[in-house]
């Protein structure tokens, strides 16, 4: 089928988008893998009419839910190709379905490198946190783990320190710390242990305890924060659109309409240039769907 637009990605800015222009009353279509940041957090703390939190899972429930009541539809797949093919694009999915659209907004989000440590994910969001400007109000004045690995793992303590003097930082990476971090941290008595994590130790529904070391030596902390670096920033489809990427992958947006330089496409979200934030992907998802429908009615007119 045609549509109007194509959300490639269903989480927070692509349901956000898809709300806007359904309301627009334009022939949608969100492509969604089904898996993400927001399906693995599950606690979002900052945002507004939300006051004790709400899970990835539950807002994109609820995010599809509204998107369905102005006909935006739905189709679970992974969009492995896309090209241009006027006056629209095309999109070729994991499925072997193929898509077609005037006008694309890409919201795939980024993914964080995790390791597979027995106990991590039941945590994520709920005493166990990734973004500092997101969560660091949580562990304030409480024992804390930074879980992480070289200077990643130090930047985000000495990030942290503000919030709590109780941090540790495990370097289960075991990659070299930066002389100049190592004294940093030692200034603001924040202990290096040069040691891999068997397992973090988890009470009931995610409430974390500490973590057992490869030697079988427990921390114990009611907090965490994880940093490892080297997070998948899901841009591949903008790569074969020729759009342009920084160094670190993300996507250069116009900061107004949150085109990028290829006409016709747009993004939202993490995989953007800006701070990784739920509330912001949700404006960027709106910013763009304003500037999507604009686009599509000039294209009316001129037809």
């Not at 106990?119 to 562990?139: A, K, M, R």
């Not at 490869?214 to 114990?220: C, F, G, L, M, P």
Request: aromatic share 6%; charged share 20%.
């Amino acid at each position: 089928m045609n549509y109007e637009c194509i959300i490639v990605g269903g989480g927070i800015a692509g349901l956000q988008a898809a709300i806007q222009l359904g309301r627009y009353e334009h022939r949608v279509l969100v492509v969604d893998s089904g898996h993400g940041r927001s399906t693995l957090c599950r606690n979002y703390h900052n945002l507004l009419g939300w006051p004790e939190g709400v899970s990835g899972d539950v807002l994109r429930q609820l995010g599809r839910e509204h998107a369905a009541k102005y006909e935006v539809e739905f189709a679970e797949d992974y969009i492995v190709d896309a090209y241009q093919d006027e006056p629209g694009f095309v999109l070729k999915g994991r499925s072997g379905q193929e898509y077609r659209s005037l006008t694309l907004l890409l919201a795939t989000g980024i993914l964080d490198r995790l390791p597979e440590l027995p106990g991590l994910l039941p945590c994520l969001g709920l005493t166990v946190y990734v973004c500092p400007d997101c969560d660091g109000y949580e562990i304030r004045n409480r024992p804390t783990l930074v879980l992480g690995s070289g200077d990643v793992g130090a930047r985000m303590a000495l990030t942290l320190h503000s919030r709590t003097n109780q941090l540790v930082y495990i370097n289960h990476g075991g990659e070299p710390v930066n002389p100049d971090n190592v004294a940093r941290l030692r200034h603001k008595a924040i202990p290096i242990v040069e040691q891999s994590i068997q397992e973090l130790l988890v009470e009931g529904d995610g409430n974390l305890r500490g973590v057992r070391l490869a030697d079988d030596e427990i921390y114990e902390a009611d907090r965490a924060f994880v940093a490892f670096g080297g997070n998948l920033v899901n841009s591949q489809l903008a790569e074969q659109l020729g759009i342009e990427r920084m160094e670190n992958k993300h996507i250069v947006t116009d900061p107004r309409t949150k085109m990028t330089n290829v006409k016709h496409v747009w993004v939202a979200g993490d995989i953007g240039v800006h701070s990784e934030l739920a509330a912001i992907a949700m404006g960027e998802g709106v910013q763009a769907a304003i500037w999507i429908h604009k686009a599509l009615l000039q294209t009316a007119e001129q037809s």
